[in-house]
Every structure is written in structure tokens, then in C-alpha cells.
């Protein structure tokens, strides 16, 4: 969205998708988010959300909203029409979805380019964010428990 991500790196991606056999590769900023090229408070926003879904959902990943992903065609295209979130928490429920099907899903290293910083995160974003996590939560975890 605002190429704080720069999508040269979607080729080394796929290649290694290709090469290790991964059915989704998901990029991982976790080495990017250093002092001085990111807010701290959003480094603080992003780690806590990736430690709480990655328990939340026993997901393989650490990571699920970097922008940077690369799919097999055929896990996506069975996964596409089960997913019920539209916005922020969809790459959870994907994620998701991919995982309890028995896909292999790997990280892939990315970086991020200076003008990162400037990304808005709003209050409304993580109100969003984190109420359709909870009801994605609830309905695919809690909800088969029982």
C-alpha cells in the first residue's frame, strides 16, 4: 500500500517458496523494526499482536500482517472462499485456515524501506483490528473446543 515494503523482493520470495517446498511464504519484518526506523510504540504494537494471535491461533508463524506474502495457487484458491473477515484480520484467518488444512507455511526475512515511519496506525485501526481478531478467535477456536 505505501511501498514501505518494496515488492523487489516478491521474487526471491516466490523462488523460495519453490524451493522449500513452503505452500505460503509470509514476510517477516521482526529484523526490520529496529530503533530509528520504526516508532517504537508501533515496534511495541506489532510484537505484543504477533505474540498474542501467533498463541491465540498455535499458528507456525510469528507474523501475519506484513504485507509482503506469496502463495501456491491451489491452497489459496481453497482457502479464498472459507474466509469471513473482509479488513485488517483477514491475514489471520488465512493464516489460519491454511494451517489447520495441513499447509506448509514458512517466513521469509523482508526489509523496510526509511519511509516507513510515516504508516498510520489509528486508534480506530486497532479498535478494528483487534475486535475482529477477538470474534475470529472466538469463532474458530473457541467455538470448536466445544
Same mark, same amino acid.
Given at each position: 500500500?505505501?511501498?514501505?515494503?518494496?515488492?523487489?523482493?516478491?521474487?526471491? @520470495?516466490?523462488? *523460495?517458496?519453490?524451493?522449500?517446498?513452503?505452500?505460503?511464504?509470509?514476510?517477516?519484518?521482526?529484523?526490520?523494526?529496529?530503533?530509528?526506523?520504526?516508532?517504537?510504540?508501533?515496534?511495541?504494537?506489532?510484537?505484543?499482536?504477533?505474540?498474542? !494471535?501467533?498463541?491465540?491461533?498455535?499458528?507456525?508463524?510469528? *507474523?501475519?500482517? +506484513?504485507?509482503?506474502?506469496?502463495?501456491?495457487?491451489?491452497?489459496?484458491? !481453497?482457502? @479464498?472462499?472459507?474466509? =469471513? #473477515?473482509?479488513?485488517?484480520?483477514?491475514? #489471520?484467518?488465512? &493464516?489460519?485456515?491454511?494451517?489447520?488444512?495441513? =499447509?506448509? #507455511?514458512? $517466513?521469509?526475512?523482508?526489509?523496510? $524501506?526509511?519511509?516507513?515511519?510515516?504508516?498510520?496506525?489509528?486508534?480506530? +485501526?486497532?479498535? *478494528? @483490528?483487534?475486535?475482529?481478531?477477538?470474534?475470529?478467535?472466538?469463532?474458530? &477456536?473457541?467455538?470448536?473446543?466445544?
Amino acid at each position: 500500500g505505501d511501498l514501505d515494503l518494496p515488492p523487489d523482493q516478491v521474487p526471491a @520470495m516466490v523462488a *523460495e517458496l519453490r524451493r522449500g517446498g513452503w505452500d505460503a511464504l509470509l514476510g517477516a519484518k521482526r529484523a526490520a523494526l529496529v530503533a530509528g526506523g520504526y516508532p517504537w510504540a508501533r515496534r511495541v504494537l506489532s510484537r505484543v499482536f504477533s505474540a498474542a !494471535t501467533r498463541l491465540a491461533f498455535r499458528l507456525p508463524v510469528a *507474523e501475519t500482517q +506484513t504485507g509482503l506474502k506469496v502463495f501456491r495457487r491451489a491452497p489459496l484458491e !481453497t482457502a @479464498m472462499p472459507a474466509l =469471513q #473477515i473482509g479488513r485488517y484480520s483477514f491475514d #489471520i484467518e488465512l &493464516v489460519s485456515l491454511l494451517h489447520r488444512a495441513g =499447509q506448509r #507455511i514458512g $517466513e521469509y526475512p523482508v526489509r523496510l $524501506e526509511a519511509h516507513a515511519s510515516e504508516s498510520r496506525v489509528t486508534v480506530a +485501526t486497532l479498535w *478494528e @483490528m483487534g475486535r475482529d481478531t477477538a470474534r475470529l478467535w472466538f469463532r474458530t &477456536v473457541v467455538r470448536r473446543r466445544r
